[in-house]
């Protein structure tokens, strides 16, 4: 399968599928304003005028003038300089977004860069040729210069390159593949290198996992409200409108069409003793509703990025100028990952209340710890404890990675936004927010167990049927780390948020 890239006009849909391995293909309408590009560097070149970045310096060192000819080892110099990451290497699926951002970047036109360079990039992506980029080193500005210079490096046959499952010295990898390393032209070099495509690829990547999150902690909320003979009262729809919110709107809708024809829920519409359920329950639409929200606004910043141009000097074949300026940074990627990381941690915090809450008998009315024979059992109880561990160590990675700033290449890169940094951390929150959202839907489902032979309504009775067909119901104690494996794998996987039509982020 093939996604078409279309240069600034890639919907977020295209690049979700892309980040699932779809192979992006370069719509060939671009391939005019590649041209136009780089025949405009060669112009301004002509009129030998210093230029930062084709004939200069870079950063601290853009007073340096270099001469004509140095201005090819100028740019492979960059590469190798700057391919200075560490630590352990991204996610192959990472690396192929982000060169699938900087193809979509490149066929602009604005960098300046040869059709040579695009159609290695586009060859490689289509071949499964997938630099090894270590993962740390960039702080944001002045583009995600490490790891971008690593899959530079690969393309000028330096470094090493995924070949399936086998790191292979790039220059073999490109020629077993049938193709030449890139020789680098002027500009070239730091068009590659310089751009936030690293931090975007991650953000986007920690979006696209915190929307299956939501979904799924929707039906596993709806699930625990069940198990604990909640009310859906406050899930009317004429609270919200009063209110405004279109995702607290949205979600609270959602939540009572979950739990539209439940006999549990009609069990106790009459003689419910209970006045008002805890807030994990009540509060799910203003809570999950303002992560809806949040994700939204991340997901339309980060959509503009994606489809935007982040190189520096950028080019303007028209009137044949490079004009230096700051597209580089990325804040607007550093707030948009701060939002994922506020909303994954929320979505895993609240699920945690609604375990907590249901393992406690004076809360839900439920046996204690979800067992027969509390004492001799301890059922649940350290489920949920493992929850919290995983709430905590999200509210720690939470804190906004924007707010931080370090002085870089000799105080000339003297604000940077570590949107590096905060993208980086999302899919290892998403993976916390996971293992909760699968104790909870044990736990929910463990809950509505008690409650045969009453049934939940249809959708959810789906996600309970889904859950044991691997998952039996806890009679006794059991070695209990392969429950929480298999209900994560149904969260990860997508099938339990598959089970319903959900508000969606795009």
Same mark, same amino acid.
Request: proline share 5%.
């Given at each position: 399968?093939?996604?078409?890239?279309?240069?600034?006009?890639?919907?977020?849909?295209?690049?979700?599928?892309?980040?699932?391995?779809?192979?992006?293909?370069?719509?060939?309408?671009?391939?005019?304003?590649?041209?136009?590009?780089?025949?405009?560097?060669?112009?301004?070149?002509?009129?030998?005028?210093?230029?930062?970045?084709?004939? +200069?310096?870079?950063?601290?060192?853009?007073?340096?003038?270099?001469?004509?000819?140095?201005?090819? +080892?100028?740019?492979?110099?960059? %590469?190798?300089?700057?391919?200075?990451?560490?630590?352990?290497?991204?996610?192959?699926?990472?690396?192929?977004?982000?060169?699938?951002?900087?193809?979509?970047?490149?066929?602009?036109?604005?960098?300046?860069?040869?059709?040579? +360079?695009?159609?290695?990039?586009?060859?490689?992506?289509?071949?499964?040729?997938?630099?090894?980029?270590?993962?740390?080193?960039?702080?944001?500005?002045?583009?995600?210069?490490?790891?971008?210079?690593?899959?530079?490096?690969?393309?000028?046959?330096?470094?090493?390159?995924?070949?399936?499952?086998?790191?292979?010295?790039?220059?073999?990898?490109?020629?077993?593949?049938?193709?030449?390393?890139?020789?680098?032209?002027?500009?070239?070099?730091?068009?590659?290198?310089?751009?936030?495509?690293?931090?975007?690829?991650?953000?986007?990547?920690?979006?696209?996992?915190?929307?299956?999150?939501?979904?799924?902690?929707?039906?596993?909320?709806?699930?625990? +409200?069940?198990?604990?003979?909640?009310?859906?009262?406050?899930?009317?729809?004429?609270?919200?409108?009063?209110?405004?919110?279109?995702?607290?709107?949205?979600?609270?809708?959602?939540?009572?069409?979950?739990?539209?024809?439940?006999?549990?829920?009609?069990?106790?519409?009459?003689?419910?003793?209970?006045?008002?359920?805890?807030?994990?329950?009540?509060?799910?639409?203003?809570?999950?509703?303002?992560?809806?929200?949040?994700?939204?606004?991340?997901?339309?910043?980060?959509?503009?990025?994606?489809?935007?141009?982040?190189?520096?000097?950028?080019?303007?074949?028209?009137?044949?100028?490079?004009?230096?300026?700051?597209?580089?940074?990325?804040?607007?990627?550093?707030?948009?990952?701060?939002?994922?990381?506020?909303?994954?941690?929320?979505?895993?915090?609240?699920?945690?209340?609604?375990?907590?809450?249901? %393992?406690?008998?004076?809360?839900?009315?439920?046996?204690?710890?979800?067992?027969?024979?509390?004492?001799?059992?301890?059922?649940?109880?350290?489920?949920?404890?493992?929850?919290?561990?995983?709430?905590?160590?999200?509210?720690?990675?939470?804190?906004?990675?924007?707010?931080?700033?370090?002085?870089?290449?000799?105080?000339?890169?003297?604000?940077?936004?570590?949107?590096?940094?905060?993208?980086?951390?999302?899919?290892?929150?998403?993976?916390?927010?996971?293992? %909760?959202?699968?104790?909870?839907?044990?736990?929910?489902?463990?809950?509505?167990?008690?409650?045969?032979?009453?049934?939940?309504?249809?959708?959810?009775?789906?996600?309970?049927?889904?859950?044991?067909?691997?998952?039996?119901?806890?009679?006794?104690?059991?070695?209990?780390?392969?429950?929480?494996?298999?209900?994560?794998?149904?969260?990860?996987?997508?099938?339990?948020?598959?089970?319903?039509?959900?508000?969606?982020?795009?």
């Amino acid at each position: 399968m093939s996604t078409i890239v279309r240069a600034g006009a890639v919907s977020l849909a295209d690049w979700r599928r892309i980040h699932r391995g779809e192979t992006p293909v370069l719509d060939q309408s671009c391939h005019a304003k590649i041209i136009a590009g780089a025949a405009s560097v060669a112009r301004i070149l002509a009129r030998h005028e210093p230029v930062y970045g084709i004939n +200069t310096g870079f950063g601290k060192l853009a007073s340096v003038r270099i001469s004509d000819d140095d201005l090819l +080892t100028l740019q492979r110099n960059i %590469v190798l300089s700057h391919a200075a990451g560490v630590g352990k290497p991204m996610p192959k699926p990472i690396v192929r977004l982000m060169m699938a951002l900087k193809l979509a970047s490149l066929a602009q036109g604005a960098s300046g860069v040869q059709l040579t +360079t695009v159609k290695l990039l586009t060859d490689m992506l289509e071949k499964g040729l997938v630099p090894v980029i270590p993962a740390q080193g960039s702080v944001g500005a002045s583009g995600d210069l490490a790891p971008l210079a690593h899959m530079a490096a690969a393309m000028i046959g330096v470094g090493e390159i995924w070949v399936g499952e086998v790191r292979t010295p790039a220059l073999q990898a490109l020629t077993d593949a049938g193709l030449s390393p890139l020789v680098l032209g002027p500009k070239e070099g730091l068009a590659l290198l310089n751009g936030t495509q690293f931090s975007c690829a991650y953000a986007l990547a920690g979006l696209f996992e915190a929307e299956r999150l939501f979904a799924s902690a929707l039906l596993t909320g709806a699930l625990s +409200t069940e198990a604990a003979k909640g009310s859906d009262a406050p899930f009317d729809l004429r609270i919200h409108a009063l209110r405004g919110h279109k995702g607290q709107i949205e979600t609270a809708a959602a939540l009572r069409q979950l739990m539209s024809g439940s006999a549990i829920r009609a069990s106790h519409l009459d003689g419910d003793s209970r006045v008002q359920d805890p807030y994990c329950l009540r509060c799910q639409p203003q809570v999950m509703g303002a992560v809806l929200d949040m994700l939204r606004q991340a997901a339309t910043t980060l959509l503009i990025e994606a489809n935007g141009v982040s190189d520096n000097p950028l080019i303007f074949a028209e009137t044949d100028e490079a004009l230096s300026g700051g597209n580089f940074h990325a804040e607007p990627v550093a707030f948009a990952a701060d939002m994922i990381a506020i909303a994954l941690c929320e979505i895993g915090s609240i699920a945690e209340r609604r375990i907590a809450m249901l %393992v406690d008998p004076a809360l839900s009315g439920l046996p204690a710890f979800l067992t027969t024979r509390p004492g001799l059992n301890s059922g649940f109880m350290v489920p949920q404890v493992t929850a919290a561990a995983l709430v905590s160590e999200n509210k720690q990675r939470a804190y906004p990675a924007s707010v931080d700033s370090i002085p870089t290449s000799a105080n000339q890169e003297d604000h940077v936004s570590m949107a590096a940094h905060g993208a980086r951390r999302l899919l290892d929150m998403a993976d916390n927010v996971s293992g %909760v959202l699968a104790i909870e839907y044990l736990a929910a489902t463990q809950g509505c167990d008690f409650h045969a032979p009453l049934k939940s309504s249809d959708t959810l009775e789906s996600a309970r049927a889904l859950l044991r067909a691997t998952v039996p119901a806890l009679d006794g104690d059991r070695y209990f780390h392969p429950d929480i494996v298999h209900a994560q794998r149904l969260i990860s996987s997508g099938k339990l948020a598959a089970l319903a039509t959900l508000p969606e982020v795009e």
